[in-house]
């Protein structure tokens, strides 16, 4: 790996500001209520390329930063020194120092190609820098960082300067995805948000000032113990309150309730003026900014308003009603009060509703059962007691999963075989069907029409059959599950189904996972990585090895998972995004081929550098139906669904 492109989004604290560093002081006084906040990424960002070095330095030819660069060799004291100057350069150099100090690690060099993120505008570029340094770091030496190790580190560089800003700043680690932080002491919960519609964001500069670190300091002698009325009352709103009105915004967020959310901003806002403003009214009159809320041209395009980071006359959000509203808002904005403004949309994640399955292969394996029927026609006794061909068992499972429409690969010269099975049983026959055989046959007629074909004339490898289908996934995200596997569930929601619900969550490239023995190891690829959630179900997965000797799985590739390593390898299932199909697209027209194929493998490799890949542990078993002995213990056990 020489050098990798890296963009960190800005972040913008959608609700619960000053509640991270107050939840903080739990450490110090029980009483005190967590801090919570529901923070986002925002499309503007730092973009950069880094590759190792044998110092750690980083340079620009933008404007912005006027020809200026930091070089510094790898000396925990030496970076400690710059960070604690203060500067734009304090930052890397306050996370460069703690990962020099903690790990053993070279140089690097950090290109800052493009710069869309506007600087002390209450979006933090400070953090976006900072996730940005601790990522180079992680990938370029394989730090085995989840998302909130880098935070942590991102966070710790950042105290190390004259800043001292909170723990929410660094939510940009998690992408242009809305989540809700929970601060409990130094403890420190992240939960993504599922948005149910989409949320029209127009966040603006004041073009006036505001004294940050005056703010900070008089509220922060509200804490940890309150002596007084008024500092009783900044506990009370940064404590239940904010509570409240967090867990009152995730509602509106999930349930898609946008005019409700526009009007909790508002009420939100005028809670802050009323309890926690008194504390610091010197900044936190923040005329401008009141100005802005009460503008009633601006209350025509908007559902409601509020302050931005430390509140005061730096930044504001607003919630426009629509689209229009939006772009009619920053043009306002922009011509009529000379205020800087951009748009910031949150949208519901695709929802899964495309499937692939290849079964353009030859079945030699099962050869030759396979030269009188199909490998995925072979017949297995489902739990409903009927005989079905494998491949229509992997069809319900699809369909209940709500997909709506599925793409077979097929050999040349195969459609006909499929046509035969969908078409309909002659009227005769269906009126000798029982019941429960009759709402079969109606049911195959309802997948019938969810199918697409299409055909793979060159057997270029598995990548190359599912690269195929990127015309019919049309840059949505599509489930893909192997030709070989049927699957039961241990829970209500099937495999599948659990897969789509954690894509949701994440909105990443996914690969469905299940932990194996380690003498099993050297017949999979296995991924390793570091668990997202307390749950232990989602990883992030930072290698990913075909087929590793047990001796090597046991040194590098076991996942600390309460307390005990396991090993986890595929289950069979996938959710492709775009950047798979970039990848494959890229390997196709530039003969990348691994052992004279194109394979998916190493598209998903590439799509975890760049953009991150996860795991996700399925509650449930896969039976293998390609293998000849495997597909004789599937067929005894899988209708008894003995899991």
Known sequence: MSKV??????????????????????????????????VTGVEQGIYAIVEKAEDFSIDSELEIYHGSSFSCIMDPEKLRETASAGGFFSYVAGVASYVC?????????????????PIKSGLSSSAAICV??????????KLRLNTMGEMQIAFIGEQRTPSRCGRL????????????????????????LKISAPMHFVVADLKASKDTIKILADLNKCFPFAQTDLERTVQEALGNDNKSFIEAARKCIEDGDVEAYGHLMTQYQENFDKKIAPACPQELKAPVLHSVLNNEIIHQYIHGAKGVGSQGDGTVQFLAKDEQCQQDLIEYLKNELEMPAFALTLRPKKAVSKAIIPVAGFGTRMFPATKAIKKDFLPILDVDGLYKPVLLIMFEELVDAGIEKICLVIGEDEKQIYDDFFAPVSSTVYEKLPEDKKAEEDRIRDIKSRITYVTQSERKGFGHAVYLCKEFTADEPVLLLLGDYIYHSREERNCARQMIDAYER????????????????????VMHGYCEDKDQTTLKIDKMVEKPTMEFAQDYLGVKTRGEDKYYA????????KEVFDDLGYNIRNNVFENGEIQLT??????????????????G????????????????RYGQKEI
């Not at 100090?101 to 993120?117: A, C, D, F, R, S």
């Not at 940005?132 to 030496?141: K, S, T």
Request: aromatic share 10%.
């Open 602 to 619: 190493t598209a998903l490799d590439s799509v975890r550098e760049k953009h991150g890949l996860y795991g996700y542990a399925v509650n």
């Open 101 to 117: 100090e903690n790990y053993k690690v070279g140089g690097v060099h950090i290109t800052i190609t493009k710069m869309t993120l």
């Open 621 to 636: 078993v896969s039976y293998d139906v390609g293998i000849p002995g495997e597909y004789y213990e599937t067929s005894i």
């Open 169 to 192: 700043d660094q939510a940009c680690a998690y992408g242009v995805n809305p989540v809700r932080m929970i601060f409990e002491g130094t403890e420190i919960s992240v939960k993504p």
């Open 506 to 525: 994440i909105g990443k490239t996914m690969v469905s996972i299940h932990s194996i023995d380690a003498d099993k190891v050297v017949h999979y690829g």
């Open 5 to 38: 492109e890296l963009f960190v989004p800005g972040r913008l604290c959608l609700m619960g500001e000053h509640s991270d560093w107050a939840g903080m002081y739990k450490s110090t006084n029980s009483a005190i209520v967590p801090g919570e906040a529901i």
């Open 570 to 577: 595929v289950f069979g299932q996938y959710i492709l995004t």
């Open 132 to 141: 940005l340094v601790a990522r180079a770091f992680n990938i370029l030496y």
